[in-house]
């Protein structure tokens, strides 16, 4: 049995249903999933401080900008409304996307695109392109590709959990249907999606950065699923080590 294997499997020995059991089986993955979603994409968040607002609602002697927190606080409330909506098992649809994007974003689009009339929660509305490929679907395209996107991701078999979320979050990337916020909210959709159907969570390390964006690059380039996947499962299994490590103890 693989490290990806023995950490799914010990995922699914633990039978959550509830957002209560969701939250004591996570325990302290939401504030390493925040911090490392957050870093990806902000050099400034530091472990620490997504600590402290997770713990505490606060941070003491902070000076770095405001953004920054709240960026972190937004994480927080979008892993509150991540439990929520497992709690009532929520489908994955665009009023989902749309919903934790909000969250995740809330008082932190830029002046600029303020004035271009772009909204947290809200597709975009001019055309940002992003990464070497300079992936982004064109804004008048959006909602259609994003429909289309939920569409076939409506019935899937959970043992193809991963397949699905790998899938889904390289198209998400790849259509871009933000202005701001498209990584955080890819990845929370990505890991809601795995939990909805009995698949552990996992956190894209920001140490790992280069072979994720490798693993998205090579959808954009080829429409090659398998980076993703594989990527996917190591982080997976890197994410849940240390349970692992505890389980493969008791047992020997």
Same mark, same amino acid.
């Given at each position: @049995?693989? +490290?990806?294997?023995?950490?799914?499997?010990?995922w699914?020995?633990k039978?959550?249903?509830?957002?209560?059991? @969701?939250?004591?089986?996570?325990?302290?993955? *939401?504030?390493? !999933?925040?911090?490392?979603?957050?870093k990806?994409?902000?050099?400034?968040?530091t472990?620490h401080?997504?600590?402290?607002?997770?713990?505490?609602?606060?941070?003491?002697?902070?000076t *770095?900008?405001?953004r920054?927190?709240f960026?972190i606080?937004?994480?927080r409330?979008a892993?509150?409304?991540?439990?929520?909506?497992f709690?009532?098992? $929520?489908?994955?649809?665009?009023?989902?996307?749309?919903e934790?994007?909000?969250?995740?974003?809330?008082?932190?689009y830029?002046?600029?695109r303020?004035?271009?009339?772009? $909204?947290?929660?809200?597709?975009?509305?001019?055309?940002?392109?992003?990464?070497?490929?300079e992936? *982004?679907?064109?804004? #008048?395209?959006?909602?259609e590709? @994003?429909?289309?996107?939920?569409?076939?991701?409506?019935?899937?078999?959970?043992?193809k959990?991963?397949?699905?979320?790998?899938? !889904?979050?390289?198209k998400? #990337?790849?259509?871009?249907? !933000?202005?701001?916020?498209?990584g955080?909210?890819?990845?929370?959709?990505?890991?809601?999606?795995?939990?909805?159907? *009995?698949?552990?969570p996992?956190?894209?390390? #920001? #140490?790992?950065?280069?072979?994720?964006?490798d693993?998205?690059e090579?959808w954009?380039?080829s429409?090659?699923? +398998?980076?993703?996947?594989?990527?996917?499962q190591?982080?997976?299994?890197?994410?849940?080590?240390?349970?692992?490590?505890?389980?493969? @103890? $008791?047992?020997?």
């Amino acid at each position: @049995m693989t +490290q990806y294997e023995k950490a799914v499997a010990l995922w699914q020995d633990k039978k959550i249903d509830t957002d209560a059991a @969701m939250a004591e089986a996570l325990n302290s993955y *939401g504030i390493a !999933f925040a911090y490392h979603s957050g870093k990806l994409e902000n050099p400034n968040v530091t472990y620490h401080d997504t600590r402290e607002i997770f713990d505490h609602d606060g941070v003491s002697a902070y000076t *770095g900008d405001l953004r920054t927190l709240f960026e972190i606080r937004n994480a927080r409330d979008a892993y509150e409304a991540f439990l929520t909506a497992f709690q009532n098992k $929520r489908r994955v649809d665009t009023v989902l996307v749309k919903e934790f994007h909000r969250l995740l974003t809330q008082n932190t689009y830029d002046t600029r695109r303020w004035q271009l009339g772009e $909204r947290p929660g809200t597709y975009k509305k001019h055309d940002y392109a992003t990464g070497k490929e300079e992936i *982004g679907a064109p804004p #008048e395209d959006v909602e259609e590709e @994003m429909t289309e996107l939920m569409e076939n991701l409506a019935d899937f078999p959970s043992e193809k959990a991963l397949t699905a979320a790998a899938f !889904f979050h390289v198209k998400f #990337e790849n259509i871009h249907p !933000f202005a701001d916020g498209n990584g955080r909210t890819g990845r929370l959709v990505m890991n809601y999606l795995l939990v909805l159907h *009995g698949h552990p969570p996992l956190i894209v390390h #920001e #140490e790992d950065r280069r072979a994720y964006f490798d693993a998205l690059e090579a959808w954009d380039v080829s429409q090659n699923l +398998q980076p993703m996947l594989t990527f996917l499962q190591e982080q997976t299994a890197k994410t849940w080590r240390k349970q692992i490590e505890r389980a493969e @103890m $008791r047992d020997s």
